[in-house]
Nanobody, 123 residues
Framework: QVQLVESGGGLVQAWGSQRLSCAAS????????VGWFRQAPEKEREFVAS????????NYTDSVKGRFTISKDNAKNTVYLQMNSLKPEDTAVYYC????????????????WGRGTQVTVSS
């Protein structure tokens, strides 16, 4: 089992920045990919970004390219999501997810999930 704990959410003004963290514990040696997803009220959970644990290959959804950066610290078993130029439409609960296979963009592909952290962007 892998446990994931997100942190770093909160209230931020539009065009501001925020960094989310996802700390992994447990059987972290089995990790292959970590992704960030988000879910706004009354909307489906959507893919935001992912990173390969072994080669750091990254992938982003189009709406965050150039604004968000996913990265990792192997020594700390932590994945980060640096969010810049935030917009009100980025408001959502952000979830960290992990799987023991290649990164994917569908939430159903991920086995381990954190409880989420709320990000609210005010206009």
């Amino acid at each position: 089992q892998v446990q994931l704990v997100e942190s770093g959410g909160g209230l931020v003004q539009a065009w501001g920045s925020q960094r989310l963290s996802c700390a992994a514990s447990g059987r972290t040696f089995s990790l292959y990919a970590v992704g960030w997803f988000r879910q706004a009220p009354e909307k489906e959970r959507e893919f935001v970004a992912s990173i390969n644990w072994r080669d750091s290959f990254t992938n982003y959804t189009d709406s965050v390219k150039g604004r968000f950066t996913i990265s990792k610290d192997n020594a700390k078993n932590t994945v980060y999501l640096q969010m810049n130029s935030l917009k009100p439409e980025d408001t959502a609960v952000y979830y960290c997810a992990a799987r023991d296979n290649y990164p994917g963009t569908y939430s159903t592909q991920y086995v381990f999930w954190g409880r989420g952290t709320q990000v609210t962007v005010s206009s």
